[in-house]
């Protein structure tokens, strides 16, 4: 397993070499630029990453290693950052969990591991089913009916569903997408759907997003 470290603390680093290097290739970059530099250019099962870096800091670097990879590595966010809003920065940079400094070595390698057992996702510009498709890049949905907007929890839920189509995606799986291991209240998840449906039905496709009772949400070519 290749897991990139981007961590400017030499003593980190060599604290989590020392811990992991008997289990993981481990590649370590010291700044934001060289992180990201290394995250696009190579292959890696996951990635751990800093929030506060010389150069582009730990939020930027996620976010543009999300819109310039081809094949995406998940990503854990290390910081000493603990509130709920630094959390959700993180979450909505692109990041698929994230560890409070100071932390135990054994969860990070319990995280990692955890991680690196989830497929890949890949990186389009465009993802699409039937009738409908996402342009991820101005987070829009397309039909023939026209064009709809979509808030970025909204478009991260849409693209999951559309990577999966036409198999179920759990609420789980949803859940830890938008917010990793700590998700808000249980109404959060059910107000983004709502909303997802919204848009859904203003371009007369809301039909195509179905309920699977006891399971998740799915995209189907009929009711």
């Excluded at 829009?140 to 990577?163: D, N, V």
């Excluded at 995606?169 to 997802?196: C, F, K, M, Q």
């Amino acid at each position: 397993m290749r897991v990139l470290i981007v961590e400017d603390n030499l003593d980190i680093q060599a604290n989590i070499a020392e811990y992991l290097e008997e289990d993981y290739s481990l590649d370590f970059a010291y700044s934001g630029d060289q992180g990201l530099e290394l995250a696009v250019g190579g292959s890696y099962d996951v990635i751990v990453l800093d929030v506060m870096l010389p150069g582009r800091d730990g939020l930027e670097v996620c976010a543009a290693y999300r819109c310039a990879a081809g094949l995406q590595a998940p990503i854990i966010m290390l910081t000493a950052r603990d509130t709920i809003d630094d959390k959700e920065a993180g979450f909505e940079a692109g990041a698929d969990d994230y560890l409070v400094k100071p932390f135990s070595l054994r969860e990070l390698k319990m995280r990692i591991d955890a991680l690196a057992r989830r497929p890949k996702s890949r990186n389009a510009p465009r993802l699409a089913f039937g009738s409908v498709a996402l342009d991820v890049s101005d987070q829009s949905i397309q039909s023939l009916a026209g064009t709809a907007p979509l808030h970025e929890k909204e478009a991260r839920i849409f693209a999951l569903l559309l990577e999966a189509a036409p198999e179920v995606v759990s609420t789980a799986d949803i859940s830890y997408a938008l917010w990793g291991e700590e998700p808000p209240e249980s109404g959060a998840l059910r107000t983004h759907i709502y909303n997802l449906r919204k848009a859904l039905s203003g371009l007369g496709v809301q039909d195509i997003l179905q309920t699977v009772r006891g399971k998740g949400y799915a995209l189907k070519d009929k009711p």
